[in-house]
């Protein structure tokens, strides 16, 4: 019976894409030594690619290659020639974020998955519809989409839908993080993600000391209870996280949920035990998001793997449950905090330990590397059923038949059989012979043998097996990958930049009527309305004084159909995902292509240049890197708050206990990380809550004169400064006035410095 879903598992290097197929994957997916968002695992090359797909496709299992990272222009044409490569490799898939890559790699003859990566942002249906409409068969929804979105999707879009299953969350919604680059350079968005949200965060309410610990570092996903209710919602593709964990990792998440879905979604305490030894932080979360509660999802105790609670410490040892086996690791607690690890000195129940911490009697221990379990997964070995006819008869070379599903090879000895002189080698001699099949992934599951009266010395057959089994396992890879009908792929011409401003043009951001008022007065091509209530009365206030042209900056994830019925005539959108823009689109909205975009290139620019009224850059751009993708329409933002992080859950319920009844949300909660930075917790309320994550230092460029060029700056920030300038014209208003010799409070932040 063929199945109506895959199990899609992760492959950091060769030996998880091994554990992974061993153990049950219906898929991997793993990337290359460039472009994709785990660059700090291992990872496959340009040169070993083949080898690893055809490895998969000899057992049936598929192949996707993610290049799912924000491009600069300077790289465009690698990424396209990398993209040709992986197709034709024969994977069964691309894995994208770049929508100009999508719609090049949509070109392709035969079959070929081009999947819409999650740092697209999808979770609706008009992002949905744009990314099918660009050429994509697959999209890979953001991990905080609800489970009635999904079912609406599957309902109206034709395309398949992709759905992560278990392993790490991200605590900013997906595609929409910013926090790794500017804290460090490193960005996420290009696969260098240093992970800054897992830190220590102390947080302060109201100018007090709130809360400490993991205050940005969420449970890992767990699908046991919720794999069910996505397949019946439509979901067809179920995804394991966890490119950068070890190879064990990848085999038994697969062998988990492989059974787990063959017996009809039936599990008990033993596959869930499997799953926390293997990696387990935060005890787990499963249905928050799908059912819409975005609060239970920080664990704020302890910032990595967990494990499986075993026992406690009594009298210096470790009095576990179970037997545990020497050289098992373990991490201790005590009073659900992190104190320590540990290693098991002996094997049984009652065992010593040799301990980084100072252990005491009570103290927890959870065992974080079980490696009974690592050597079951490690050595697991998948095998191929298939089926011999041999044949013998004198004066001729004997005959091998192999078969393998509808694959079928032939192949003689080097060896002409002769008649025995006393005793014929019996069939059943030959049979067992025959069966040997050794270390291959073969096992003889019917033979026939037919010999008349030959003598066959055992070399002769063992050659002849393995020279059958060879070209069976070629065979196979031959004819799956003919399957795919590749051709060959056109090419791709890089456009380049034309665009030469002489003078500035600034599109202003403000958060108040009164800057509204005032910047009404100066020389801007358009308004964005960045404000903390979207809402009837809070747009109908900036309407009735509005002359300018106005866009309502949306959250990534907006109630759309919620702001079609508030949005005032006139009025515009900047829409921060593709949703929004379809949203626009489908609507005759005016929009505004914004920096949750994270436009990199000027190929995917374009794609709005005719249905967008303006753009803005990605801020991981430096001044020098935008400007050679200049635009008429395009608008480099350099002074203002920079938003970090778009949050689902809810900073003031884990920091103050406050629920949506009892909320005193004033946007005085910020959170400081070990180093001294501050970061301010805004609310976004759009029908509900959304919250951000904004970096407690303004960006400015200081005392540096820009160049002309099209900028966007945030008024609110600027409008004291501008009134102590005496301008009300951008074109001649020299942009470090802003902020005047005062930088103490103010970044550069990647405007002059690249990110990685």
Not at 310 to 326: D, E, I, P, T, Y
Not at 437 to 445: L, Q, V
């Amino acid at each position: 019976m063929t199945k109506n879903y895959q199990i899609l598992a992760p492959a950091g290097n060769h030996q998880a894409l091994v554990c992974a197929v061993q153990n049950g994957a219906d898929a991997v997916y793993f990337g290359l030594d460039k472009f994709n968002a785990r660059m700090k695992a291992d990872n496959f090359t340009s040169d070993n690619l083949c080898q690893w797909v055809n490895y998969c496709h000899l057992y049936g299992v598929k192949t996707y290659v993610a290049l799912n990272t924000s491009l600069k222009q300077s790289e465009f044409m690698d990424a396209v020639q990398m993209v040709d490569k992986i197709y034709k490799s024969n994977a069964d898939g691309i894995i994208l974020t770049d929508l100009a890559l999508i719609k090049y790699a949509a070109t392709f003859p035969g079959r070929c998955e081009i999947v819409a990566s999650t740092q697209l942002n999808v979770h609706d249906v008009y992002g949905a519809q744009f990314v099918k409409d660009l050429g994509a068969t697959t999209v890979v929804l953001a991990r905080e989409t609800p489970l009635s979105a999904i079912k609406q999707i599957s309902s109206v879009v034709d395309v398949k839908l992709e759905s992560f299953l278990h392993g790490a969350m991200c605590v900013c919604q997906s595609g929409q993080c910013l926090l790794s680059s500017f804290v460090g350079g490193n960005s996420g968005n290009r696969g260098l993600c240093a992970q800054p949200c897992r830190k220590y965060y102390t947080s302060y309410f109201a100018g007090k000391k709130a809360k400490q610990g993991y205050l940005l570092s969420p449970k890992d996903m767990c699908g046991l209870t919720t794999a069910k209710s996505l397949l019946d919602a439509g979901v067809s593709t179920f995804k394991i996280e966890g490119r950068n964990r070890r190879a064990a990792y990848a085999g038994e998440c697969a062998s988990v949920y492989s059974e787990v879905f063959a017996n009809g979604f039936k599990h008990d305490n033993t596959h869930l035990s499997r799953l926390k030894r293997i990696y387990n932080r935060g005890d787990y979360l499963s249905d928050v998001y799908l059912r819409g509660d975005k609060h239970p999802v920080i664990y704020p105790n302890v910032q990595g793997h967990l494990g499986e609670y075993v026992g406690v410490v009594s009298n210096g040892k470790l009095r576990a449950c179970f037997n545990v086996q020497k050289g098992d690791s373990f991490k201790v607690l005590r009073n659900g905090l992190e104190i320590g690890s540990a290693v098991a000195s002996e094997s049984g129940c009652f065992v010593s330990l040799s301990s980084t911490a100072s252990l005491k009697n009570g103290d927890c221990c959870h065992i974080t590397s079980d490696l009974a379990q690592i050597a079951r997964v490690e050595n697991q070995q998948k095998v191929l059923p298939a089926a011999f006819s041999f044949v013998a008869n004198e004066g001729k070379n004997a005959i091998l038949q192999a078969v393998f599903g509808d694959t079928k090879v032939e192949v003689q000895s080097e060896h002409v059989c002769q008649l025995a002189t006393n005793i014929p080698t019996s069939e059943q001699e030959i049979a067992q012979q025959l069966k040997k099949t050794g270390n291959t992934c073969y096992t003889i599951t019917n033979i026939v043998v037919k010999n008349n009266g030959c003598f066959l010395p055992k070399s002769v057959l063992n050659q002849l097996r393995r020279h059958a089994l060879d070209k069976l396992s070629q065979q196979i890879v031959v004819a799956y990958n003919a399957n795919l009908n590749r051709g060959e792929v056109a090419g791709y011409q890089l456009p380049k930049a034309t665009y030469n401003p002489t003078q500035n043009q600034i599109f202003a951001v403000v958060s108040s009527v009164n800057a509204l008022q005032c910047v009404q007065d100066c020389s801007i091509l358009g308004v964005v309305l960045d404000l903390d209530e979207i809402s009837q009365q809070s747009l109908q206030q900036f309407a009735q004084i509005a002359t300018a042209k106005c866009y309502v900056d949306l959250p990534p994830f907006t109630n759309l159909d919620y702001v079609k019925q508030i949005l005032p005539k006139g009025f515009g959108i900047v829409a921060n995902n593709v949703g929004a823009v379809q949203f626009a689109l489908q609507n005759n909205i005016p929009y505004v292509a914004g920096t949750g975009l994270n436009l990199y290139n000027l190929p995917t620019i374009l794609l709005f240049d005719t249905t967008a009224q303006a753009f803005f850059y990605s801020n991981e751009l430096t001044l020098h890197e935008t400007s050679q993708i200049a635009h008429s329409k395009g608008y480099k933002f350099v002074y203002g708050r920079v938003k970090l992080m778009h949050l689902m859950h809810c900073p003031n319920k884990l920091n103050t206990n406050q629920t949506c009844q009892t909320c005193k949300f004033d946007n005085s909660l910020s959170y400081v990380d070990e180093l001294g930075n501050k970061f301010y917790i805004r609310r976004r309320l759009c029908k509900s809550c959304s919250f951000e994550l904004v970096n407690g230092k303004r960006l400015s460029p200081g005392s540096i004169n820009l160049k002309p060029f099209n900028y966007l700056v945030d008024f609110d920030c600027a409008t004291q400064h501008l009134l102590k300038a005496g301008s009300a014209d951008f074109s001649t208003l020299q942009l470090y006035d802003l902020e005047g010799l005062d930088m103490s409070n103010c970044t550069k932040g990647r405007l002059f410095n690249k990110v990685n």
